[in-house]
């Protein structure tokens, strides 16, 4: 299983900890013992959370620009118009993937763009699925541009468990479909802004795969 960068140097440390804790218990336990083998379960536990984490997986990514991918891994928890009121002051469709610990927390671009705002917001650290997490929470919002003229908005939100957003993206940089957007440590929240005429293909509930998952199809008929 591949580990992805942001998470080599923890699950080094956690290979430490989990060996020193092992010898630890082995010496302080001679002759093993049920306790000795329960510490060596929950330790193997940890080191297997840990690796679960941060793994990841290969995709093989459709490259389209009508279809706009999912950022993330998880589940849809909004999926409705709203205003986004940061950079378009406008109504949008709004598309949130909520990502448990169990989720892969790598976060992929949706479509072929270039970075035209980005901002980071210190902030609370609600529940990542609260209604309000998207305005109140640590966050990341960045803006893209698409060749055709497409403008859309990723946000990534921290939640309780997460507090360290990761975004590679830099304003003015081209960005591929797929390609790796950022990461969020240990369970968090994205949000997507679309224009209001985008046709939504997901609805609250939905599992869907950073990548993989077609989010909504766009109109380029006019392009």
């Known amino acids: 299983m591949k580990i992805h ?6 699950v080094f440390i956690t290979a430490f ?16 013992g049920s306790w000795f083998y329960v510490i060596i379960f929950l330790l193997l536990i940890l080191f297997g959370g840990v690796v679960h984490f941060f793994r990841h997986p290969k995709r093989l990514t459709p490259h389209n620009p009508r279809l706009f991918l999912s950022p993330a891994d998880g589940t849809v928890v909004v999926a409705d118009k709203t205003r986004e009121e940061e950079f378009f002051d ?6 949130s ?4 610990p169990l989720n892969v927390h790598l976060n992929r671009y949706p ?7 980005k901002a980071y917001h210190p902030g609370s650290f609600l529940v990542a699925w609260h209604p309000k997490s998207s305005l109140h929470n640590e966050r990341m919002t960045v803006v893209f541009e698409t060749r055709s003229g497409l403008q859309f908005m990723v946000r990534q939100i921290a939640g309780v468990v997460a507090r360290r957003i990761v975004c590679y993206s830099k304003e003015g940089e081209e960005v591929t479909q797929g ?5 969020i440590k240990f369970g968090s929240r994205v ?3 679309l224009p209001e005429e985008a046709a939504v293909n997901v609805k609250p509930g939905d599992k869907v795969k950073g990548g993989v998952s077609v989010l909504a199809e766009l109109d380029l ?3």
């Open 221 to 223: 008929s006019e392009d």
């Open 17 to 32: 900890i989990c060996l020193l804790a092992g010898f630890v218990a082995y010496m302080a336990l001679p002759g093993g």
């Open 179 to 183: 390609g790796e957007l950022g990461f």
């Open 97 to 100: 993937v909520f990502m448990s």
């Open 5 to 10: 960068k942001e998470g080599r140097r923890i």
């Open 90 to 95: 406008k109504p949008m469709q709004q598309i």
């Open 111 to 117: 479509l072929d763009a270039r970075v035209i705002y």
């Open 191 to 193: 949000d997507v802004f």
